[in-house]
Structure formats: C-alpha cells, structure tokens
C-alpha cells in the first residue's frame, strides 16, 4: 500500500511539473526561412538542478523545420535558440518540437510546444503541386583547369628531368667514370641489347687493364699492372689466365679455348669492387 502511494504522489508531482513549465517565442509570425526563433520556457526549478544530458542536442535539426543552435540558462529560465531551415509551399502554421527534461531529483518536466508562422518565398500563382523540390545545398561545379594545369607542369618537369639523367647517365657521365667503371657498363650495353660479343668484351677488359697501369699491359708484362695497381693483386689467377686466353685467341696457332662473355663481366665486376676500394 505505501508502495503504491508513493508511485501516486510521484506521477502526480511529475504532471504538477510539466503543467507549471511554459513557452514563449520571441516572434510567432513574420517568419522566413533563415530566421531565428528564440523560445524562452519557464520553469518551476532552477536551471542549474537540470540533468544536462537531457537537455535537446545541439547542432541538430528537430523536426523538419527548426534547427536547434544554442541553450542558454539563466535562474529559472532556458532560452532555445532555433534556425528555421525549411520553407512551406504556402504560409501555414507551424509548431516548435516539445522536449522532455529531467532534474537531479529525477522529476520529468516536458516543454510544450508553441505555434508560429512561416511564410513562403512562392509566388502566390504558383502551384504547389507543380513545384521541383530541390535539396537544402545545391554543389557547384569545380573548376580543375589549374590542377591540369599544374599537373601538365609537373609531368614536363619529370619527363625532362629523366631525359637530362639519361643523357648524364649513359653519355656524358661513362668519359668521368674510373676504368672498370666504364668497363662494366659498357659491357652491360651489350648485354642489354642482346649482343654478348667475346671479342668486344674482351677489347673492353683491356682498355680497362692499359688504362689503369698507365699502359700498354701484354701477358709476359703483367708485373707492370700488379706494381701499377696493387688492389688487383688477389685478382691474380684470374686476371693471368683472361691474359692467356686472350694471347692464345688472337695470336697462336692452336687457340685455348676461350673466356665466354658471362665469366668476362664476372671479372669486370670483381675489378670494379676492388677499384672502388683502392
């Protein structure tokens, strides 16, 4: 029985409350899309006992029409400051959204609503059937031109820039390159265009050879290359048998069998470590 009393008294104090809450608006009729409503509602508390998580969100659209931008308290009273973001086919009568509210003590209080006007901008001829809803935005078309531009800019800078490293990298920077450097990539040229000629790789290995001794380098003078260029030294087997071979092809009667073009850049590219070294 107490039990029952109780729930009484507390929906009878919860509806005392929510009769004791009243609205005003600022204005009730005028209004166009755009405006602002500002909706004073009196309360029987003071603000400051309100749950403000029940309080309306902000930054939000209630209802099709009002957008809700601010709620300021002040004693006794909340301030709801509406945007009307919605226009009627025709002017008609409006109304704000009612909220429901809680204090700290868990009592309800409910904002009644309140009636305004809203007037359109249609022209009063025009039918409201007939009228092509549009969105609340409507997206410009961009203009990209500057972009396409910057972009052909860019694209003109890199193909130049590519061309400019090409022409350092495979004709003007090989002249500055040190012997087996040169060696190495020339015979890569070869290799890229299908043409792994031995002889041609095997005149290359010598000018890098000459080059690096300062002379003329033949196979019963291979102490000028080892004093010359002492970096080449564990290289030794390698090199004296590229030399024999090399005698045997081009001067003796019953050539040894000579180096192929793999084994050939296989020793550049060893020179190359090592002059990298020196």
């Not at 309360?43 to 009002?66: I, Y």
């Not at 909220?99 to 007037?119: C, E, K, V």
């Not at 249609?122 to 549009?134: F, M, S, Y």
């Not at 800078?157 to 012997?179: E, N, S």
Request: charged residues 20%; proline residues 4%.
């Amino acid at each position: 029985m107490r039990r029952l009393i109780l729930i009484i008294s507390f929906i009878f104090s919860s509806q005392l409350m929510a009769e004791e809450v009243t609205i005003k608006l600022d204005r009730s009729w005028g209004l166009l899309i755009g405006d602002q409503i500002i909706a004073s509602v009196n309360l029987p508390v003071n603000a400051s006992e309100l749950d403000q998580d029940s309080l309306p969100q902000l930054e939000k659209r209630h209802g099709p029409w009002l957008y809700l931008q601010e709620v300021a308290a002040t004693g006794e009273q909340l301030q709801l400051h509406y945007l009307l973001v919605n226009v009627p086919a025709e002017t008609r009568q409006l109304e704000t959204p009612t909220h429901t509210l809680r204090t700290s003590q868990g009592d309800l209080l409910t904002i009644p609503s309140a009636s305004f006007s809203a007037g359109s901008f249609l022209n009063a001829t025009d039918d409201a059937a007939t009228v092509t809803l549009r969105g609340d935005h409507q997206l410009l078309a961009a203009d990209f031109s500057p972009l396409h531009k910057k972009l052909t800019y860019a694209t003109l800078v890199a193909l130049l820039t590519t061309l400019i490293w090409l022409i350092w990298h495979i004709g003007l920077r090989p002249g500055k390159r040190l012997p087996f450097a040169k060696a190495v990539f020339s015979m890569n040229k070869l290799r890229w265009f299908g043409h792994k000629d031995v002889d041609s790789a095997t005149r290359v290995m010598h000018h890098a050879f000459n080059e690096s001794a300062g002379t003329v380098v033949i196979y019963s003078q291979l102490q000028h290359l080892w004093d010359s260029c002492p970096w080449l030294v564990d290289l030794q087997p390698e090199i004296t048998r590229f030399y024999q071979q090399s005698a045997s092809h081009y001067f003796s009667r019953n050539p040894m069998q000579s180096a192929d073009f793999d084994s050939l850049i296989k020793l550049a590219r060893a020179c190359r470590a090592r002059e990298k070294m020196a």
